[in-house]
């Protein structure tokens, strides 16, 4: 009772520290962003107004691998890894690799051979892919990054997510930076299930907030279930637990519910670094549950798989990836052309 009455008036503190972040960034955007590096290739950013779980990784993968032809690299700030601090390219050969580099990076090295650059300073990073034979670089979670000049500016946003509730900045809300701040964008790409009732309403709410950019939708699809690099062939009548580490479950939990036998057990907070005493709670929910195998995503699968197999469990992922319209990839094509 205590805590909820404590609830209840925390808005008094956190509303105006809100109030003051929006401004922070609103004056951000004015005086940091007057002199960036502009780059020798066409960049590619795809970014987020909410605070992670809008879909901006396999946005990335999916553009990158649409344009295969220009050899593409991938620049991510590496985001819990211990290379961040430094501007590095991913060997696919370390050990534990998602530890060093990010989640998310060791992910892409994975389901990609494209060059994956990790580090905050993602001028230095840019810098170091002029060097090689990379004519696009399609940077991952860089629309508040304004030191790097951008050909395209991509603002992903999850239908799912709820306009009214998510119209307040950081603290109180989820926003990085005021709704205002998509006049800054090239375009929006609204990601989620074809069947959600929202797409309407966001792209209503986004022409409102932006005026006139161009708004296109990536329709969540399951390529299916995969064990790293090969697809698994699941033995008819298998029971299954899913689990997951991301920023939002909802989509993801949604994608398993069309999988026969299946129970979801548990959505860990974005970016878990995964322990023993984690893999072991798990195993021992599948064993109670009578399953044999463990389903995740993409991510929670590269950074968690040697611990499972450890364990002598069989860890499957589910595979997601967008269907974007044509006229997605005509738009881009023609962005990166004016370079």
Not at 5 to 14: F, Q, T, V
Not at 78 to 83: D, H, N, Q, R, V
Not at 117 to 122: L, P, S
Not at 266 to 290: C, G, M, P
């Amino acid at each position: 009772m205590i805590f909820r009455r404590l609830y209840d008036y925390l808005w008094i503190i956190l509303l105006p520290l809100s109030i003051v972040w929006a401004g922070t960034m609103w004056l951000r955007r004015r005086l940091c962003g007057q002199k960036p590096y502009r780059s020798k290739i066409p960049i590619i950013c795809v970014g987020n107004l909410h605070s992670g779980g809008s879909g901006k990784t396999p946005l990335v993968l999916a553009i990158s691998e649409k344009f295969t032809s220009r050899n593409p690299a991938i620049l991510s700030r590496g985001y819990g890894g211990s290379a961040a601090k430094s501007s590095k390219v991913v060997d696919r050969g370390a050990p534990n690799g998602s530890v060093c580099y990010g989640d998310e990076p060791w992910m892409m090295a994975n389901l990609s051979s494209f060059s994956i650059f990790v580090g905050k300073n993602r001028v230095a990073s840019i810098q170091g892919i002029e060097k090689t034979a990379s004519t696009l670089a399609v940077l991952d979670d860089g629309f508040q990054y304004l030191k790097l000049a951008k050909d395209v500016h991509l603002v992903a946003i999850n239908v799912e997510r709820s306009i009214k509730e998510d119209s307040y900045c950081l603290p109180w809300g989820e926003l990085r930076e005021p709704w205002s701040s998509l006049r800054y964008a090239s375009a929006v790409v609204l990601t989620g299930a074809r069947d959600s009732g929202c797409w309407r309403e966001w792209e209503e709410f986004v022409k409102e907030s932006s005026g006139e950019i161009p708004v296109f939708k990536a329709y969540l699809s399951q390529v299916g279930l995969w064990q790293g690099t090969e697809g698994y062939q699941r033995p008819d009548g298998e029971s299954m637990i899913g689990f997951c580490g991301i920023a939002d479950s909802k989509n993801f939990t949604q994608s398993l519910a069309a999988l026969k036998s299946v129970t979801f057990v548990k959505a860990f907070r974005d970016h878990h670094s995964y322990n023993v005493t984690d893999v072991k709670w798990l195993i021992e929910k599948a064993q109670e549950l009578k399953a044999t195998a463990l389903v995740t995503t993409d991510k929670d699968y590269f950074k968690t798989q040697h611990l499972f197999e450890r364990m002598g469990a069989r860890l499957v992922s589910l595979r997601i990836r967008y269907d974007i319209d044509e006229n997605f990839w005509y738009f881009l094509k023609e962005r990166i052309e004016r370079h």
